[in-house]
T-cell receptor, first 118, second 113 residues
């Protein structure tokens, strides 16, 4: 069975540009979460989507946005890139409770998209 | 304000010995704790979890201990194997509601043959 897939795996952008990262969850998983992992730090929560609705948002500026599509895949968009946005962006899918809560839903992570901003 | 702390950035252990990775948390509302393992160029993979109603959970060579009064948990790996060399992240969540996982900074474990 395919796990969580992310694209692209690596990309380089310059300051001020925009980036779109994509994620396909595990088949049957309806929830997608995005995390940012800066070098030397643990993953930090950016967004959670369930059934195409935003269910949670971390402490990130409005330059960060996301959406979930009817097939449960997701995109993370970052506008006006800054050097500090350089990080590994991780997507995770889960099979949450019927009401969309995370519950005990274990997160299954993709390999990540490594973004370098020059 | 780090709610989940892994104070040891790295740990080296000889093959066959016990590895003990520690994690402290500050939010007393956390009631579900997980350990994830991450190899280079891969995403974190789930290892083991424990609910706050328990103080120990075991899965093969991996055991997690929870001390709620001290807000401390630890992961024991016995015996350690070279393939266990990876970064280990402690994570915590408030199970009710819709709160995300909060991760520590990770501990890099090196198991030396």
């Amino acid at each position: 069975d395919a796990g969580v897939t992310q694209s692209p795996t690596h990309l380089i952008k310059t300051r001020g540009q925009h980036v779109t990262l994509r994620c396909s969850p595990i088949s049957g998983h309806k929830s997608v979460s995005w995390y940012q992992q800066v070098l030397g730090q643990g993953p930090q929560f950016i967004f959670q989507y369930y059934e195409k609705e935003e269910r949670g948002r971390g402490n990130f500026p409005d330059r960060f946005s996301a959406r979930q599509f009817p097939n449960y895949s997701s995109e993370l968009n970052v506008n006006a890139l800054l050097l500090g946005d350089s990080a590994l962006y991780l997507c995770a899918s889960s099979s949450p409770t019927l009401t969309g809560g995370m519950g005990d839903g274990e997160l299954f992570f993709g390999e990540g998209s490594r973004l370098t901003v020059l | 304000d780090q709610q989940v702390k892994q104070n040891s950035p790295s740990l080296s252990v000889q093959e066959g010995r016990i590895s003990i990775l520690n994690c402290d948390y500050t939010n007393s509302m956390f009631d579900y704790f997980l350990w994830y393992k991450k190899y280079p160029a891969e995403g974190p993979t789930f290892l083991i979890s424990i609910s706050s109603i328990k103080d120990k959970n075991e899965d093969g060579r991996f055991t997690v201990f929870l001390n709620k009064s001290a807000k401390h948990l630890s992961l024991h790996i016995v015996p350690s194997q070279p393939g266990d060399s990876a970064v280990y992240f402690c994570a915590a969540r408030i199970r009710s509601g819709n709160t995300p996982l909060v991760f520590g900074k990770g501990t890099r474990l090196s198991v030396i043959a």
